[in-house]
């Protein structure tokens, strides 16, 4: 079992910036795929970014050049800085864990981007 606790959403204003962190109850080092997806109001969840354990990184062409994946092994935690926020983004964001052949999901944090 894999436990993923995301955190860091919220309200930010378009241009701004926010930096999601999601927290995994197992070491990640052996983990091979790990990811940030999202869903808006409407909407099918989708892939923003995905990162394996050799830090190969596949983003959603939205996400380019303003969003970047990163994980800290030593903290056992995924991050995802999103700049240059646009009303667009505005979602449930996921962070999702592939392990031992299942998939894993956090309990999602809403990122709202308006003025």
């Known amino acids: 079992q894999v436990q993923l606790v995301e955190s860091g959403g919220g309200l930010v204003q378009p241009g701004g910036s926010l930096r999601l962190s999601c927290a995994v109850s197992r070491s990640i080092f052996s983990i091979y795929s790990m990811g940030w997806y999202r869903q808006a109001p409407g909407k099918q969840r989708e892939l923003v970014v995905g990162i394996t354990s050799g830090a190969s990184t596949e983003y959603a062409d939205s996400a380019l050049g303003r969003f970047t994946i990163s994980r800290d092994n030593t903290k056992n935690t995924l991050y995802l800085q999103m700049n240059s926020l646009k009303p667009e983004d505005t979602a449930v964001y996921y962070c999702?864990?592939?392990?031992?052949?299942?998939?894993?999901w956090g309990q999602g944090t809403q990122v709202t981007v308006s003025s």
């Open positions: 999702n864990v592939l392990w031992s052949g299942r998939n894993y």
